[in-house]
């Protein structure tokens, strides 16, 4: 297991991700950057100009003609590992949130979705990627979108703000999960709900065996199992939570789809 605080992980990934940012924002002074790539933590999660992301575990993440027409940046800066768009079942006119928004492509996609009665707001911790997603939404023509700086342990938005929480593979880069869920509760509306990809530990995997399968900045150390997972959605007041795998990242270790609602209306 790691022995490092949860300052210095939050500093090591949002350096991490920084430098995801300028490598493309910068791709002639680019070193190669990490991603949520798996136990190696190298960038074959990052997305290619044409979408494909045959050597992630995830493989190519969106539907054919899902990403046509967004900026290239923003298709590079894609270092998720899944498509919780798929999941969410997002409807014309609702408020959307993506948590860890990266480059921005999940809330272009969901600006679409949502049409322009709808709006998609983002959140991320890293200047380099916020300057990176406001420019790529202003290559895209949105005008439905927002990029937050904060926390996802804080979110920067008010309570029952939104109908819908995305995330693609960075709650388990958070240090404080619970804190994360709690949040998610909050800024949804009553009967609001939550599509997320993220990685999850098969149960029998204890805290020591995640370490050892990959990085935490890879996205695996710092894994929740299944149970863990649904543990911590009913804390945080969910109703009908779900953990589905779908595919292997590491022995014992899953891209997996999340859901849940928050009871009411």
Do not use: W
């Not at 050597?55 to 003609?65: A, D, K, Q, R």
Request: with cysteine.
């Amino acid at each position: 297991m790691t022995d490092q605080t949860g300052t210095e992980l939050r500093e090591e990934v949002r350096s991490r991700y920084a430098l995801a940012a300028r490598s493309v924002l910068n791709p002639e002074n680019a070193t190669s950057a990490a991603s949520c790539a798996g136990p190696t933590a190298d960038p074959c999660c990052a997305g290619s100009a044409s979408g494909e992301r045959e050597n992630c575990f995830g493989g190519p993440l969106y539907g054919e003609g899902e990403i046509d027409g967004l900026p290239q940046e923003a298709i590079l800066a894609s270092l998720g590992c899944g498509n919780p768009l798929a999941v969410a079942d997002l409807r014309e006119g609702e408020r959307v949130l993506d948590l860890g928004s990266g480059g921005g492509i999940d809330v272009l996609l969901s600006a679409r979705r949502v049409g322009p009665t709808g709006f998609a707001y983002g959140v991320d911790m890293t200047d380099d990627m916020l300057a990176l997603a406001r420019a790529n939404a202003a290559k895209a023509g949105a005008r439905n979108v927002d990029f937050l700086k904060g926390q996802i342990e804080a979110l920067p938005l008010p309570d029952a703000s939104v109908d819908v929480v995305i995330s693609n593979c960075v709650i388990n880069l958070s240090t404080d999960k619970p804190a994360v869920l709690s949040e998610m509760f909050r800024v949804l509306v009553p009967g609001g709900r939550i599509g997320i990809s993220d990685v999850v530990a098969e149960d029998h995997m204890t805290a020591a065996d995640r370490a050892a399968a990959g990085s935490y900045v890879g996205c695996i150390a710092g894994a929740l199992s299944r149970a863990e997972y649904l543990a911590g959605l009913a804390a945080a007041g969910f109703a009908q939570p779900e953990v589905m795998f779908t595919t292997e990242a590491a022995p014992g270790m899953h891209s997996a789809i999340i859901r849940a609602v928050k009871p009411g209306r």
